[in-house]
C-alpha cells in the first residue's frame, strides 16, 4: 500500500518509523516532510521512490531512506539541519556530488551513501568539521580522492566504509575498514 497524506494531521508526532515495511511503495506524502516536531524519519526497506526531500523540520535528528527507489540529488539543505545526527540514503540510485554543505552538521555520527554508483567527485573535505562522525558508508560508490582528513588523532571515526582497498583504490584512507 501506499502512505496516506492524511498522516500529516497527526499532531505532536515526534517520529515516522515505516520501516523495512516491504509492501510499502509510491512516494512520501510531501505533507510528512512539515511536520513541525519530528525528529526521526525512517523509510528505508520499502518501495518509495522519489527525490529525497529538500525541505524537512528543523529539530530532524535522523533521516533514513536506505534500500528504497530513490533518485536525484543529496539536496545542500540537508547541511542546514543542526539537530541531524544520522542520514542514512545506502542502496538508492542518487546521482552527483556529496553537498559540502553536510559539513555544517556538527553533530553528524552517522552518515550512510554508499551503494550509489551515481555519487561522483570527491568526498567533501568540509566533512572535517564533523568531528563527531563516527561510522561512514561510501563504498560502491564513484567518489574518489582521500578522506584521510577523518582520520586525525584522535579519529572520531570508529567504522568507515570506502573503496580504498585492491590494487588500485578509488578513495585513500588509512582508517577505513574497507
Known amino acids: 500500500?501506499?502512505?496516506?497524506s492524511s498522516l500529516a494531521d497527526?499532531?505532536?508526532v515526534r517520529a515516522l518509523?515505516?520501516?523495512?515495511?516491504?509492501?510499502?511503495?509510491?512516494?512520501?506524502p510531501p505533507a510528512l516532510y512539515s511536520l513541525p516536531d519530528v525528529v526521526a524519519m525512517s523509510f528505508g526497506g520499502n518501495l518509495?521512490?522519489?527525490?529525497?526531500?529538500?525541505?524537512?523540520?528543523?529539530p530532524l535528528e535522523l533521516l533514513t531512506f536506505d534500500n528504497a527507489l530513490m533518485t536525484g540529488t543529496i539536496p545542500d539543505s540537508l547541511g542546514d539541519l543542526e539537530e541531524l545526527w544520522a542520514l542514512n540514503l545506502i542502496g538508492n540510485d542518487l546521482t552527483g556530488t556529496v553537498p559540502a554543505s553536510l559539513g555544517r552538521n556538527g553533530k553528524m555520527r552517522w552518515l550512510?551513501?554508499?551503494?550509489?554508483?551515481g555519487l561522483t567527485g570527491t568526498f567533501p573535505d568540509t566533512?572535517?568539521?564533523?568531528?563527531?562522525?563516527?561510522?561512514l558508508h561510501i563504498g560502491k560508490t564513484n567518489l574518489t580522492g582521500s578522506i584521510d582528513f577523518l582520520c586525525e588523532d584522535p579519529p572520531a571515526l570508529s567504522y568507515g566504509l570506502a573503496d580504498?582497498?585492491?590494487?588500485t583504490p578509488m578513495v585513500k584512507c588509512r582508517c577505513c575498514m574497507y
Do not use: K, R, W, Y
Not at 518509495?48 to 528543523?58: A, D, E, Q, R
Not at 550512510?112 to 554508483?117: C, D, E, S, T, V
Open 1 to 4: 500500500g501506499t502512505l496516506p
Open 10 to 12: 497527526l499532531t505532536g
Open 17 to 28: 518509523h515505516f520501516t523495512h515495511n516491504f509492501g510499502l511503495h509510491g512516494t512520501v
Open 48 to 58: 518509495f521512490s522519489g527525490t529525497v526531500p529538500s525541505s524537512l523540520p528543523p
Open 112 to 117: 550512510g551513501l554508499g551503494q550509489n554508483p
Open 127 to 135: 566533512m572535517a568539521g564533523t568531528e563527531n562522525l563516527e561510522i
Open 164 to 167: 580504498c582497498g585492491g590494487p
